[in-house]
């Protein structure tokens, strides 16, 4: 149980073009989901924190003009990176987590990542 | 603001010999501590929670303890598909994130 999905896994693009990087809870209802990013041997870098239905809060420092968070239902979060440039390659990461019938914080649960490499 | 610090950055054990990982924590009001464990190129991959002091889990050759200020995952007997890097996360009251160590990367050598 406990399945998030995230796609692509790997993407190439030229600089100034958009990417949109999907990621779903396939057997749970994710109330919560978040974005990280991570640099080679680094720890996981917070960008920003979803609920369903709302605007995404983001970490200070992330351009949320940039980065563009959308939680339209429970089961699906994406992150678009608006005019990528080469600075923006990175190991993105969703995570998600739910509050349902839950008297315990739950924890979340992780992609496996999205390779994005901008040229 | 919750702080987590991971020990050591790095650990190299013969397999078979078993060792511990710690992870040191200040939070304002525990909700929960996680452990989980990232293979190169991977999201994390959700291995326990802790809500408590004295609580304790187990998984195969892993078994997590937690005490109000720190928090370890002992590797009994690892083997070399146990090797990858473990990170520790904490969530306090109050806040809807949770603060993550740099980890400790393992390596089983055969």
């Known amino acids: 149980g406990a399945v998030v999905s995230q796609h692509p896994s790997w993407v190439i693009c030229k600089s100034g073009t958009s990417v949109k990087i999907e990621c779903r809870s396939l057997?749970?209802?994710?109330?919560?989901m978040f974005w990280y990013r991570q640099f080679p041997k680094q720890s996981l870098m917070l960008m920003a924190t979803s609920n369903e239905g709302s605007k995404a809060t983001y970490e200070q420092g992330v351009e949320k003009d940039k980065f563009l968070i959308n939680h339209a239902s429970l089961t699906l979060s994406t992150l678009t990176v608006t005019s990528a440039h080469p600075e923006d390659s990175s190991f993105y990461i969703c995570?998600?987590?739910?509050?349902?019938?839950?008297?315990?914080?739950?924890?979340?649960?992780f992609g496996d990542g999205t390779r994005l490499s901008i040229l | 603001e919750d702080q987590v610090t991971q020990s050591p950055e790095a650990l190299r054990l013969q397999e078979g010999e078993s060792s511990s990982l710690n992870c040191s924590y200040t939070v304002s009001g525990l909700r929960g501590l996680f452990w989980y464990r990232q293979d190169p190129g991977k999201g994390p991959e959700f291995l326990f929670t802790?809500?408590?002091a004295g609580e304790e889990k187990e998984k195969e050759r892993l078994k997590a303890t937690l005490t109000k200020k720190e928090s370890f995952l002992h590797i009994t007997a690892p083997k070399p598909e146990d090797s990858a890097t473990y990170l520790c996360?904490?969530?306090?009251?109050?806040?809807?994130?949770?603060?993550f160590g740099t980890g400790t990367k393992l390596q089983v050598i055969p």
């Open positions: 802790l809500y408590s």
């Open positions: 996360a904490v969530h306090g009251q109050g806040y809807q994130k949770v603060t």
């Open positions: 995570s998600a987590r739910t509050n349902v019938n839950s008297g315990s914080y739950q924890p979340q649960h």
């Open positions: 057997d749970f209802q994710a109330t919560t």
